[in-house]
């Protein structure tokens, strides 16, 4: 049901996306992309993501604020996302670090990323905003947060989900009543509190907040004048309207969208080559639980025009066959055998090749011969006949980065460094 009866409230919001972030926790995935821009599911980008929960939560003007590394990003925006038009009222902006308002600053953090850009946004005249993190991944309608901060008539309403206690001193914990108004509100504390009645679950921002538009900006101005603020949502904005004001959580299962009667709410920060590895991994399951195939709310990315994948080979032991495994477009399986895996797109495998447990970024090619297992390989990585990764766990941790879980990150560099 919709909040006012007639027109829902994300007609009159705008979505802000937060994507700057360097994700260094990724690793060498992050030496030449922001993590947002880093390359998630078969043929999507992590933040894909949040921009398809905007698009089909009805949001239509979206704006993304990019810093690090931006140009895998940009590009990424400008191909896949260039199909909002003005004349429909909507908009897609793309708002690298300019120093629009100082000379010598680029964005100092996550509040002033939106502080930069009052003017522009102020233009659109959005009666409402929608922060996101560009680099999660998960499904959410946010038309039902929208719908709480209305009734509850609060300064911000806070994205938050249950996790466990001892994974959740890296996020912002929350305490609140029995009317989800935040009580306090503590940044990555090393000893998170417990949730009322569930003593090892803590109740965790998702760095995911809605604000009606005037009462943003009037916050932003003010933390733009203290000399002492970080100029951070979750360390600055956050804690002061907490204090100060009233602040709401969301429980995201209210709002989270769920593959027909799965009971699971899919959130996934993968911020570490384990947690991204795991992540793309489990969508090979028979009944994952972030269904890719859900047409009624689609991930849209940028749609690479690509020939269909191609099985080529019937001979014993030269067989192009994959099982259990996800194969995009333009990917060749050629005599070689794949399990378990997700091969994004063009990727070549040639004859005798044995691949498990992989996670191969686009336009891989993996040479005659070559056995790998729990690996993740970068974009555009050669990897030579013959090569055994996975087998060797001393070897491996000379070669490549290894992970604590034993799983092997690939690159150029790495394997050039092979022949040295």
Same mark, same amino acid.
């Given at each position: 049901m919709r909040a006012d009866g007639n027109t829902s409230l994300t007609r009159h919001a705008l979505a802000f996306v937060l994507a700057g972030g360097r994700g260094s926790r990724l690793m060498e995935l992050t030496d030449r992309r922001a993590k947002p821009a880093v390359y998630f599911g078969g043929k999507s980008r992590i933040i894909d993501f949040a921009l398809s929960n905007a698009m089909n939560s009805g949001i239509r003007r979206i704006a993304v604020a990019t810093q690090y590394k931006a140009h895998s990003l940009i590009r990424h925006l400008q191909m896949g996302w260039n199909f909002f038009r003005p004349e429909r009222n909507e908009s897609f902006d793309i708002l690298p670090a300019s120093q629009r308002v100082s000379e010598t600053n680029w964005y100092l953090g996550t509040a002033d990323a939106i502080y930069q850009n009052i003017d522009i946004i102020d233009g659109y005249g959005a009666r409402y905003i929608v922060? +996101?993190? !560009?680099? &999660?991944?998960?499904?959410m309608d946010y038309e039902f947060m +929208? *719908?709480? &901060?209305?009734? *509850?008539?609060?300064?911000? %309403?806070? !994205?938050?989900? @249950?996790? $466990?206690r001892e994974e959740s001193s890296g996020f912002g914990i929350m305490d609140v009543d029995d009317q989800d108004v935040i009580r306090s509100f503590l940044e990555k504390p090393a000893d998170p509190p417990a949730m009322p009645g569930k003593p090892d679950k803590s109740l965790a921002s998702m760095g995911i907040y809605v604000f009606d538009t005037k009462f943003l900006f009037e916050e932003l101005r003010r933390d733009a004048n203290d000399p002492n603020s970080s100029h951070d949502f979750g360390k600055d904005i956050i804690p002061h309207i907490v204090k100060h004001g009233r602040a709401v959580a969301h429980q995201f299962s209210r709002s989270c969208v769920r593959s027909g009667n799965d009971p699971r709410s899919y959130w996934r920060d993968v911020g570490t080559v384990d947690a991204y590895w795991a992540s793309n991994i489990d969508l090979t399951d028979i009944l994952p639980e972030l269904d890719l195939y859900d047409r009624s709310w689609p991930i849209w990315t940028h749609a690479e025009i690509? $020939? $269909?994948?191609?099985?080529?080979?019937? @001979?014993?032991?030269?067989?192009? @066959?994959?099982? %259990?495994?996800?194969v995009s477009g333009g990917c060749i399986v050629s005599g070689a055998s794949l399990r378990r895996s997700l091969l994004f797109t063009g990727v070549h +495998? &040639?004859?005798?090749?044995?691949?498990?447990?992989a996670v191969i970024l686009p336009y891989v090619d993996v040479g005659e011969s070559a056995r790998l297992a729990n690996v993740v390989i970068d974009r555009g990585v050669q990897i $030579?006949?013959? +090569?055994?990764?996975g087998e060797d766990p001393e070897l491996d941790a000379k070669r490549f980065r290894v992970t604590e879980q034993g799983i092997c990150l690939i690159t150029q560099a790495m394997i050039d460094g092979l022949a040295r």
């Open positions: 922060v +996101l993190a !560009g680099d &999660h991944v998960y499904k +929208l *719908q709480q &901060h209305v009734q *509850q008539r609060a300064d911000v %309403t806070i !994205g938050c989900l @249950e996790m $466990p690509t $020939p $269909p994948a191609k099985f080529v080979h019937d @001979e014993e032991g030269r067989r192009g @066959e994959a099982v %259990t495994s996800l +495998l &040639h004859s005798w090749a044995k691949v498990e447990n $030579p006949d013959g +090569l055994v990764v």
